[in-house]
Structure formats: C-alpha cells, structure tokens
C-alpha cells in the first residue's frame, strides 16, 4: 500500500489530492490541456498498488495455481484464493466459495442464463429484466427466449428515467421465475429500489439477479442485505483490470447449478465414462485462470476497502450534486433523468445541434474524456426518445474543478458549432 494512499483515511476524511497522487495516467495532457477523465462507467482508471500487486505476481511468485507443489505454485494459489476471500468481504457474501471469477459483467451475467437458466427454465416460464437493463442483461435472456421458448418481458421506466413499479407489480406473477435488474443505470445513474423488486420477485417464487457492474465501485454493497441470489460485477470498472470479472451466487444454487464451460480444474474425475466436478467456486472457473488479473482485482477491492465505501459514496455524492447544478445551467443542454430518486455521478445529455459524436469529439480537443453513443442500452435509449448522448460518468478522483473545466469546454463547444 502506497504511503499517499495510507494517509487518505480515515484521520483526514476523504482526500481527493492524495488519491489522484495514486493514479499517474491523471498526470496527462491531451491536446495540450490537462486530462479530464470522465468516462469511468466505460472503464475506470487504475492506481499504482492495483498495478503493483499484479507486477508482483509477474516478476516474483509467477506460476499456474491448483497444479503446482513447488513454492511458487503454492504462492500463487494462495494469493488467487485470497482475492475471491477479499471480494468475498466486500460485499459481504457468506462464503468466499460463492465468488467464481469470470471475465466481466457480460459473462457473469450470460454464466447465469446459461447453467441455471438452460438447467430450469421450460417452454412458458416468464423471465422479467427492466427496461433500463444493459444489453448484456437481455440479450442472453432474449437466447433462452429462442431456444427455450421463454417469455421475456420488460418492466416499462417512466418518461422521467425510473422504473414503474405499478407496471413491475403486474408484470412479475407466479409464471416468473427469474427477475433481472440492474443496480444502477450506465445511462441514468439512477440507483433502482432494490428491495421492491427483489420482494415482488420473492412473492412470486422467482431468483432475482443484480447487474451491479455500475454499483459496486461506487458504494458499499452487501448481498446478504440485498438477499440477491445472484451479484455480476466488472473489475475494471471498480479500478481492477481488464479481463477480471466477478458472479456472487448463493452456495445452494451453485451447488446444484451444471457447470458453464468444461474441461480442466473444474473436474474433480474424469474417466471414458463420466466426470464429476471440483468444489466452488472452482467448478465454475475452467481452464488456466487469470491468475494476475484475479490478484489485481484484490488490490483495487484492498485500495476501494481502505479508502471506505461510504466515504467514496458521500464524496460522489456532493461531486454529482455539483455537476448537476452545473449541467443543469447549460442552455440548450438536454439532461436525461436526475428527476427523481438517487443517483450516481452519471450524466446522459444531448447539446442542441450537436450530434454526440461531434460532442465528444471537440471534448476530447479539450483534454476531456466522456463516452457517446447508444451505451449498449439501445431499449433504454429507445424509451426515452434517443439514438445516442453525450455522457460524463465520474469516480473518486474526479473533482469540482474538472466540473467546471467540463462546463466551461462545453460553453466553447457550442460556440463553435454557433449551436
Ligand atoms: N457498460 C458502459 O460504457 P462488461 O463490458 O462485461 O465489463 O460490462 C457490461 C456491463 C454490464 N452492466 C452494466 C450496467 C454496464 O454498464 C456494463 C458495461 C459500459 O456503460 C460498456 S458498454
């Protein structure tokens, strides 16, 4: 752990230079203007312990884990092992035998559809998502829906940008027998009433599946509060790597669940004639796993744990209270959602006569990183009457500052475009 970083808390609260202190690449100047990185719901940057730790494992314990005696075999495994504890602890799972690491949110998500989904759902059974899902929490229902004949049905969002819980209490019955949601909009940053949905899930005998690939870097999450049977995340989005991912599941449904894909370390025998299959959570992690990748999402779970949830949650919180006061001031500046209930710092917005792209584009001469385009979240973007928006999504070294710089290249741009 960095010194800088070990200064930051608790004693002196939230220090947002410290922390930047942490993150080198903040160091950069884009087009001879400081950078402003604002596309953190795409994917985070990372600071140096989470590159140490992985640098370590490459230069000084490298080697396969689970089949290995030798030191560095043992030193390795270990170390993985630690990290899915460490994940484990975050979000405050019962065992750290229901954290299988995956790639990313999108093959968490499709490792549900694929082993319990293909294993108990028939012709018929309903399947709910929101409408505010991102595409990796419909398409692999949408494959089941044509393989299975499932039916697949979405709880409407206001034209205000939150989900219609009147609308979901019609449309999750006993045919349900999974409900999907996402935790916290890529698009919005609306954070959706957990505990409505998962009730009305509950009262009709469904699994209810959390898409928490934007709410886990953000605030504290814990899954046995939630009572989710399910939990997907990203590590790069929460300053891991890239190619890390994480699937909580509850330790009776992984138990009975097939496995997803086959091969090596996920058995415990095979013979001609059968196979049976390694304990969690390494039924569910086949083949040579990314054990740098995996050590990595331990340090930044280590630097975000350090660093205090709650603190981070609460420092987001007045940042994206500013930037919406800000936002809002911008004339000719079309903001979507940010009506009702809470949000994180995340800002889908249209300039008037300025495609996105442009947007970000003449941003982007200014030094500032923002994301534009459809979001993978098509139906979302579909609902509230856009193709795509410009967005700004901000995380824990973002600052009031890189507000305003946002809101002054913006006066600029339009402008130049005489917008
Ligand atoms: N959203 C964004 O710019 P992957 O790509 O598997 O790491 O994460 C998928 C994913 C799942 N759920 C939500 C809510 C997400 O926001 C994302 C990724 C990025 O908004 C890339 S499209």
């Not at 689970?66 to 504890?85: F, N, P, Q």
């Not at 809470?342 to 008037?352: I, P, R, T, Y």
Request: hydrophobic letters at 45%; proline letters at 4%; one cysteine or more.
């Amino acid at each position: 752990m960095s010194e800088s970083l070990l200064r930051t808390v608790p004693a002196e609260g939230f220090d947002v230079a410290r922390v930047r202190m942490d993150f080198p690449i903040l160091q950069r100047r884009i087009h001879d203007h400081p950078l402003v990185y604002l596309d953190n719901a795409a994917t985070t940057q990372r600071p140096l312990q989470m590159v140490e730790a992985m640098n370590r494992y490459y230069l000084e314990y490298n080697a396969n884990i689970h089949r290995a005696i030798h030191t560095l075999g043992y030193e390795s495994t270990v170390a993985y092992e630690e990290a899915h504890k460490k994940v484990a602890r975050f979000i405050n799972a019962r065992s750290w035998r229901e954290i299988l690491f995956v790639r990313n949110a999108t093959e968490a998500l499709n490792l549900v559809a694929m082993t319990w989904g293909k294993a108990n759902l028939r012709a018929g059974d309903e399947v709910v998502v929101s409408l505010m899902e991102h595409h990796s929490n419909i398409v692999p229902w949408q494959m089941l829906r044509d393989s299975l004949g499932i039916i697949l049905k979405f709880i409407p969002v206001t034209s205000d940008g939150v989900l219609d819980l009147e609308a979901a209490d019609r449309l999750i019955t006993p045919k349900t027998k999974l409900v999907g949601l996402v935790h916290a909009s890529n698009v919005l940053g609306a954070i959706n009433p957990v505990s409505e949905i998962r009730d009305l899930a509950r009262r009709a005998g469904a699994l209810f599946v959390l898409d928490g690939a934007q709410s886990v870097p953000h605030m504290a999450v814990d899954v046995q509060a939630l009572d989710c049977d399910f939990f997907a995340a990203s590590g790069h989005k929460m300053l891991g790597p890239t190619g890390i991912g994480f699937l909580y599941g509850k330790k009776s449904l992984l138990q009975t669940m097939p496995p997803f894909l086959t091969g090596g370390d996920m058995i415990a025998t095979v013979s001609q004639e059968a196979s049976t299959w390694n304990e969690l959570p390494w039924k569910f992690e086949a083949g040579t796993s990314a054990v740098a990748e995996g050590i990595g999402l331990g340090a930044a779970v280590d630097y975000l744990t350090t660093l205090g949830m709650d603190n981070i949650y609460q420092y987001e919180k007045e940042l994206g209270d500013y930037a919406l006061q800000r936002l809002r001031n911008v004339s000719g500046l079309k903001l979507y959602g940010h009506e009702r209930g809470e949000s994180l710092a995340v800002f889908s917005f249209n300039l008037e006569g300025i495609h996105p792209h442009d947007g970000a584009n003449a941003l982007d001469r200014f030094g500032i990183a923002v994301r534009s385009g459809h979001h993978c979240a098509q139906p979302l973007m579909n609902r509230l009457g856009m193709d795509n928006t410009l967005r700004a999504s901000f995380y824990l070294y973002n600052t009031k500052a890189e507000v305003d710089l946002l809101v002054d290249a913006l006066g600029e741009i339009k402008k130049l475009f005489r917008a």
